[in-house]
């Protein structure tokens, strides 16, 4: 029971330490950077476009957090609808090309491997 008294108010401690810093993080919302580098479907090995697919699945999980964070941020009046539409548009439009490119390589490389 002291082991839980003492565990829980740790807990309290550490949440009123970090609660302040919550609006300053909450406006921050950060594109995620796409995948650095493609694998060239003619030379690729099975592998190397699976962890490819992998990495692009990820990065669309993080664009996706980018874009709800954006919603968030626009609700809370924290950023204007423009403005908000304007970075949404951009992250969903750089995350198309990563994929056109992608699935470019893929027809590559399934042409080279049928």
Do not use: W
Request: charged share 20%.
């Amino acid at each position: 029971m002291i082991l839980r008294t003492m565990l829980g108010a740790a807990v309290v401690t550490a949440i009123m330490t970090f609660l302040p810093s919550l609006p300053a993080l909450a406006d921050q919302c950060l594109l995620p950077p796409p995948p650095s580098k493609l694998p060239d479907g003619a030379t690729a090995s099975k592998q190397q476009m699976l962890n490819a697919m992998n990495t692009l699945k990820e990065y669309n999980g993080d664009v996706s957090v980018y874009l709800k964070c954006l919603d968030f941020e626009t609700r809370e009046n924290r950023m204007t609808a423009d403005v908000s539409t304007l970075k949404h548009n951009a992250a969903v439009m750089q995350l198309q090309a990563i994929a056109d490119k992608f699935n470019q390589q893929v027809r590559i490389f399934k042409s080279k491997h049928s």
